[in-house]
C-alpha cells in the first residue's frame, strides 16, 4: 500500500480488530458486574437485606413496593453512569457507544433468562434496563464526544499563514 493511500481516507485510520472488539466486550462485561455487585452489596447492608445473586438476575426483585426493591434499582442507574465512564475508558469512541451499551444489556437479558429459567416479563425490568441503557450509551457518547472534540494543536502555525 502506497504512502498516500494510507494518508488519504478517514479521520482515522481504523481496521477491523476482532481481538480488540472481544476484549472490549468482555472488559465491559467484567468491569460492570464487579461494579454492580460492589453498589447492591452496599445497598444490601444499608436495607439489612441478605446478600444473593437474585439481586442482580432474577428480574422479580426490580420493584418499587419496599426499600429493597428501591435500592436496587439505585444500584442499577449508579451502575449506568459508572458505564459510561467504563465506555469512555475503554472504547473511547462515539460511533461505539450504542453498540458496547447494546452488548453489555443484551448479554445480561441472556445472563437473566439463563439464570431465571424463564424470559423476563415483568414492566419493570425492561423499564429498568432499557433506562439503564439509553443512560450508559447517552453519558457515554457525551464524555467521548468531548475527548474526540478538543482542540488539535497546531504548533507549526506561525504569524502569517500563505494561502
Not at 76 to 101: E, H, P, Q
Request: aromatic content about 12%.
Amino acid at each position: 500500500m502506497s504512502k498516500m493511500k494510507k494518508l488519504t481516507g478517514s479521520f482515522r485510520y481504523t481496521q477491523w480488530d476482532p481481538c480488540l472488539i472481544i476484549s472490549q466486550i468482555m472488559a465491559m462485561q467484567f468491569v460492570l458486574y464487579l461494579s454492580l455487585s460492589l453498589i447492591i452489596a452496599i445497598m444490601q447492608d444499608l436495607t439489612s437485606s441478605t446478600r444473593t445473586l437474585d439481586h442482580l438476575f432474577e428480574y422479580h426483585e426490580i420493584h418499587v413496593k419496599d426499600n429493597e426493591g428501591r435500592a436496587i434499582i439505585a444500584a442499577f442507574v449508579i451502575n449506568a453512569i459508572i458505564g459510561s465512564f467504563m465506555l469512555w475508558m475503554l472504547v473511547g469512541r462515539t460511533k461505539l457507544c450504542l453498540d458496547f451499551s447494546c452488548t453489555f444489556y443484551g448479554i445480561h437479558l441472556l445472563f437473566c433468562w439463563v439464570y431465571n429459567g424463564s424470559f423476563p416479563t415483568t414492566f419493570s425490568w425492561w423499564a429498568l434496563n432499557i433506562a439503564s441503557a439509553a443512560i450508559t450509551c447517552v453519558a457515554g457518547e457525551f464524555l467521548c464526544l468531548r475527548t474526540e472534540l478538543q482542540a488539535i494543536p497546531l504548533s507549526n502555525i506561525g504569524a502569517k499563514v500563505d494561502l
